[in-house]
Structure formats: structure tokens, C-alpha cells
């Protein structure tokens, strides 16, 4: 009994979180098409697994409940893709018609699914409910063939169900490796911008998928399931509260490029270097000129310093100097501005008394954790260490 209670509780916690976060999001999908996404992935993994509380509601509940768990974990993986798009998008993401083949395998099973709802209620109840066909001979041809089509049909979405979801599991970690790989060639600072809670929806998502995965086999091959439902609620009520509470307040990696116009132009010509028309003579003036903006203007001390911004500031084309970086100096425009970054920090460490948080906001770090990630890189030491060597040499 009070494993059941603490069941329900887990439950009614994640789908009250899931709906309340879900009308929150709603209202603002005009002006963000990912967060409709976001909300079909939210409220399906609270649907899927609240159902057994749901369904202690009723019997009629139960089974048909049920029936569209299925259909409704195939809304999981498109919908967090088409979320990860939009997060890591290099324009202002849209929901268009062609990314509905995503949601194909989903549109399959509600109709596999609502076929099965009309079937008669005994049916449903056995094979549902008590897992047995040995009724099935006892009724009219047609309505055997049926209901074996509706079995073969639902065995074959289990298996494309666990194809799916490794499916999009490997096309996320890729998008969010060449979105963080891209970052660097824009920001100097990406702290707000990895989307490294998404990495740890993804691991959670991996281990249910696992444990689902192991359960459902086990369960067709007559086995009972090893899992216990306490473990996918509990995972999944985490893994929901991370979704609604980042998903609120998480904006676009790429957001304030999109109405710049060095932003949008970068963007959209980004690593074409070979249609591009710099050649050495400028490109050597151009790593000069930004030479200068870092050592006699200082624009390392700007923690919102991007590509767009120092272009503008001598002024040429963002892509030119993302070109000129890349081919001439061998290094990104994150790694380029952090160095500097480090360097001014070095000369505080030995020659002032001021605290590491201090001086790491002084040089345009906008969190003491990325400065001693970037220091450390810079010079195998941290930042203590480093005050201490050459203090006492």
C-alpha cells in the first residue's frame, strides 16, 4: 500500500509540474515555435508515466489509457528534436510542415491505437488487461483477423519505438556537439548558452529508454518486467522538473544574433571559406587590426563579447575575421579572446591582492567556474597555484 501511494505521489507531482509548466510555455509560442515542442514532449512523458495512477481512477481508464501509451512515446523523441533545433538554431526556428515526417511512427500508432479502442471490451480486456488471446478462436474470422493485425502491428511499434529513440538520441548529442563546437567560433563567453542540461535530459532519457527497452522485451517474452515502476517515476519526475524549470527560462543559443545584421550574415555564410574573397595581404591587416582592439582597446574586458561586436568595432566582416582566426591565427574566437582574457589575469595574480572571483570578473569572466576551466587550459595551473609559483619565485 504504501508503495502504491508513494507511486501516485511521484506521479501526480510530475504531471501537476508538466501541465503547469506546459500552460506557461503555451503562452508564449507565438514568438517561440520550440516551446510547442517542448510542451508535446513535456506532457507526453508526464502521460506516459502517470498512466497507472491515472488509471487507478477506473478500470475504463486503465485500459484505455493503456492502449495510447504507446502511440504517445512516440511524440517524445521528434518533439525533443524539433525543441534542440530551435535551441541551437542559426535563425529564429519555425515549426514548418516538413518537419511533421518527424511525427510519422506517431501518427501511425494513434490510428493503430483508435482502431483498437472500438474493439469489443472483452477483447481489450484480455489481451490488455490479463495478456491472453486463448478468447480470440471463440470469435467471427474477420474480427480475428483484426485483432491479430492490431497485435502484430503493436509488436512492430515496440521495435520501432526503441529504434526511434536511438535514432534521435545520436542525432541530438551530434547537434549539440557542432552547436557547442560553433558557439566557440562566435562568443567569447558561453556559459548561458551550452545547453548542458540538456546533455543530462539526454542521459535520463538513455537510461529509461534502456530500462523501458528491457522491460517491454522481457514482458512479450511472457517474463515478468525486473524494473520496478518507482524507478521510471522517479527518473522521469526529475528529468520533467529539469525540462519545465530550464525550458522556462533557457533562450535561444544563437537569439541575439538574429536581428544584427553582422549576426544574420555570419550566420548564414559561416564555414564557406571557400567562396570567400580575403586574401593573405588582408587578412594579415585584419589580425592586426584585432590585435589592437584586444591589447590597446580592451575588448577582452567585455564578458558580452561576440563576433558581431568586434566586427563592428573595426569595422569588417564578421566571417572575415571567424576566416582570418581560423586559417592564420589556427585558434577560435573564444579560445583568441579567453588567452587575452588570461593574460590580464596573470599580470593581477602576481601584482595585486585582489581575490580570484574579483580578478575573473575584472577580465571578463562572467563565472568564476569558466575562468578557472579557461586557466587551467592556459597554463596547467590554477589560478592559485599560479599566484603562489610566482610569488614565491
Not at 594579415?284 to 574586458?301: C, F, N, V
Not at 580570484?356 to 592559485?384: C, H, R, W
Request: glycine content about 2%; overall charge positive.
Amino acid at each position: 500500500m504504501s508503495n502504491s501511494f508513494f507511486l501516485m505521489f511521484i506521479n501526480t507531482v510530475t504531471l501537476s509540474i508538466a501541465l503547469f509548466s506546459a500552460n506557461l510555455l503555451l503562452s508564449r509560442t507565438e514568438k517561440h515555435h520550440g516551446d510547442i515542442a517542448l510542451v508535446t514532449c513535456l506532457v507526453s512523458i508526464a502521460f506516459v508515466l502517470s498512466r497507472s495512477t491515472l488509471s487507478d481512477v477506473s478500470p475504463y481508464f486503465a485500459v484505455n489509457l493503456l492502449i495510447f501509451t504507446l502511440p504517445t512515446m512516440f511524440l517524445i523523441g521528434p518533439s525533443f528534436w524539433c525543441y534542440v533545433l530551435s535551441m541551437t538554431s542559426k535563425s529564429n526556428w519555425l515549426f514548418r510542415r516538413h518537419h511533421l515526417k518527424h511525427f510519422s511512427l506517431a501518427l501511425l500508432g494513434w490510428c493503430i491505437a483508435t482502431t483498437t479502442l472500438f474493439l469489443p471490451d472483452e477483447i481489450k480486456h484480455h489481451l490488455l488487461i490479463q495478456g491472453t488471446d486463448q478468447y480470440i478462436p471463440t470469435y467471427s474470422t474477420p474480427m480475428q483477423y483484426l485483432v491479430y493485425c492490431l497485435v502484430l502491428s503493436t509488436f512492430m511499434l515496440v521495435l520501432f519505438w526503441a529504434v526511434q529513440t536511438a535514432y534521435y538520441y545520436v542525432k541530438i548529442i551530434k547537434r549539440l556537439r557542432q552547436y557547442r563546437f560553433y558557439l566557440k567560433e562566435i562568443f567569447s563567453s558561453k556559459d548561458t548558452k551550452e545547453l548542458y542540461w540538456l546533455s543530462f535530459i539526454l542521459l535520463s532519457i538513455g537510461i529509461l529508454w534502456l530500462l523501458a527497452t528491457i522491460n517491454i522485451t522481457l514482458s512479450n517474452l511472457g517474463n515478468a518486467a525486473p524494473v520496478n515502476d518507482a524507478v521510471f517515476s522517479i527518473i522521469g519526475l526529475i528529468m520533467t522538473w529539469i525540462l519545465a524549470q530550464w525550458g522556462l527560462r533557457q533562450k535561444p543559443g544563437f537569439e541575439e544574433l538574429y536581428q544584427t545584421t553582422q549576426g544574420k550574415q555570419h550566420l548564414q555564410t559561416a564555414n564557406k571559406y571557400q567562396h570567400s574573397a580575403l586574401d593573405q595581404t588582408r587578412a594579415q591587416h585584419i589580425a592586426s587590426q584585432i590585435e589592437k582592439a584586444m591589447k590597446e582597446d580592451k575588448l577582452y574586458l567585455d564578458a558580452a563579447l561576440s563576433l558581431p561586436k568586434l566586427a563592428k568595432h573595426i569595422s569588417t566582416s564578421a566571417n572575415y575575421i571567424s576566416q582570418t582566426l581560423n586559417q592564420n591565427l589556427s585558434t577560435s574566437f573564444f579560445d583568441y579572446v579567453n588567452h587575452h582574457r588570461i593574460e590580464a589575469a596573470k599580470r593581477l595574480l602576481t601584482n595585486t591582492e585582489e581575490t580570484v572571483l574579483d580578478i575573473a570578473m575584472q577580465v571578463g569572466f562572467n563565472a568564476k567556474s569558466s575562468f578557472y576551466t579557461a586557466f587551467k587550459k592556459e597554463t596547467q595551473m590554477t589560478p592559485s597555484q599560479y599566484r603562489k609559483t610566482h610569488l614565491n619565485s
